[in-house]
């Protein structure tokens, strides 16, 4: 999930003096914000703090953040033209700085906690560059998806060859694990996903599994609203299965299977509320886990800008205490 960001005042002060691309694009801005809450969080893993967007400028499609309005995109893909013109790169040469943060961020952890590394997955970075920016409907997308599906297949093969690449170069880079974010692929129904999206996904994995060096670490795959498609996410790939809130915990388990480990999946609101509130969830998380192994405590999606950063120091301390021997 996100960790770091504006519930972190150390956060909100660096935004104050460079906006959310300048600290993805400077490494030692990068390296700084990945070590946050580190230092203030008895979390047990680092995530390169970095933006899924990042890899669409090298593919052709610009894009900011706006304050209030989360990221647009200049000029939307929505034609079948639109798709078959965007390209794929080297992540050494166009995204070299956040390479370059991986290292150093591995320098700085020194093996105190892994490093997360991340990308997002084909849905959820098509959707970006077809809507443009945040969507409720994904209407664009999925208008382009079912009238053009020919032009989609080829540009999400692409996609997930630059998702690939890109994470094969992060690992080259030093980062202990990688996390593929579909966040908004819950959008779909289970025989669409199976029909649009799950080869896509499934030959990132493979060639993340085929990768001498890749293939060394553990994978992640998630998606938000997901409850209704986990066994096809599953069928997609991912070592670990991360489950969002709504589904409790066991019953995701059961559909994602045992072979395979968990992540999540405390509601990110709750920590708004008070202690006894926080604690009687978690319980109730790590009850449905019930010790088994393969269960990643994590929240269910990110934290909200307004959690009190107490509330996810009390959080992070409540569950080492619960759950070391
Ligand atoms: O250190 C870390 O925890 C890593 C941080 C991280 C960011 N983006 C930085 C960020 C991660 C893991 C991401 C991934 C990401 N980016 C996702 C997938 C994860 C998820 O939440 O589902 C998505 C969908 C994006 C795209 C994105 N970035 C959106 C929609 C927004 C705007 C929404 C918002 O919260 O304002 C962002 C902005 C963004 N990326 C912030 C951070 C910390 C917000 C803080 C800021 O504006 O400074």
């Known amino acids: 999930m996100r960790q770091a960001g504006r519930y972190m005042a150390e956060y909100r002060s660096l935004r104050e003096r460079y906006s959310l691309l300048d600290l993805c694009r400077t490494p030692d801005l990068a390296t700084e914000v990945t070590l946050q809450p580190i230092r203030r969080i008895d979390v047990d893993a680092a995530i390169l703090f970095s933006d899924l967007l990042l890899p669409l400028e090298p593919m052709g499609i610009r894009f900011d953040f706006v304050e209030g309005e989360g990221p647009v995109v200049d000029e939307p893909l929505r034609h079948d033209a639109d798709l078959a013109r965007v390209r794929r790169f080297d992540p050494r040469d166009r995204l070299g700085y956040v390479l370059e943060a991986v290292r150093q961020i591995s320098r700085a952890l020194d093996g105190r906690v892994p490093l997360i590394g991340f990308a997002g997955a084909p849905f959820t970075l098509a959707s970006y560059a077809i809507e443009g920016g945040h969507s409720s409907s994904?209407?664009?997308?999925?208008?382009?998806?079912?009238?053009?599906?020919?032009?989609?297949?080829?540009?999400?093969?692409?996609?997930?060859?630059?998702?690939?690449?890109?994470?094969?170069?992060?690992?080259?880079?030093?980062?202990?694990?990688?996390?593929?974010?579909?966040?908004?692929?819950?959008?779909?129904?289970?025989?669409?996903?199976?029909?649009?999206?799950?080869?896509?996904?499934?030959?990132?994995?493979?060639?993340?599994?085929?990768?001498?060096?890749?293939?060394?670490?553990?994978?992640?795959?998630?998606?938000?609203?997901?409850?209704?498609?986990l066994g096809e996410i599953r069928d997609a790939g991912g070592d670990v299965i991360g489950a969002d809130w709504r589904t409790p915990l066991d019953e995701a388990w059961a559909r994602i299977g045992s072979d395979r480990a968990i992540q999540g999946n405390l509601d990110p609101t709750v920590l708004l509320g008070p202690l006894d509130r926080i604690f009687a969830a978690t319980d109730d998380v790590l009850a449905r886990a019930s010790g088994r192994p393969g269960h990643i405590?994590?929240?269910?999606?990110?934290?909200?800008?307004?959690?009190?950063?107490?509330h996810v120091q009390a959080l992070a301390r409540y569950v080492h205490q619960k759950t070391r021997g």
């Open 138 to 229: 994904f209407a664009h997308t999925k208008a382009l998806m079912y009238g053009a599906p020919e032009a989609w297949h080829r540009f999400c093969d692409l996609l997930a060859d630059i998702i690939a690449d890109y994470l094969i170069a992060q690992v080259e880079a030093g980062v202990d694990a990688v996390q593929v974010f579909d966040s908004w692929v819950g959008a779909l129904n289970a025989a669409d996903y199976r029909e649009f999206i799950l080869p896509h996904t499934r030959r990132i994995f493979s060639r993340l599994a085929d990768d001498p060096v890749a293939s060394r670490v553990p994978t992640i795959h998630f998606g938000v609203g997901t409850g209704a498609i």
């Open 297 to 310: 405590f994590n929240l269910g999606h990110g934290i909200l800008p307004s959690t009190p950063v107490e």
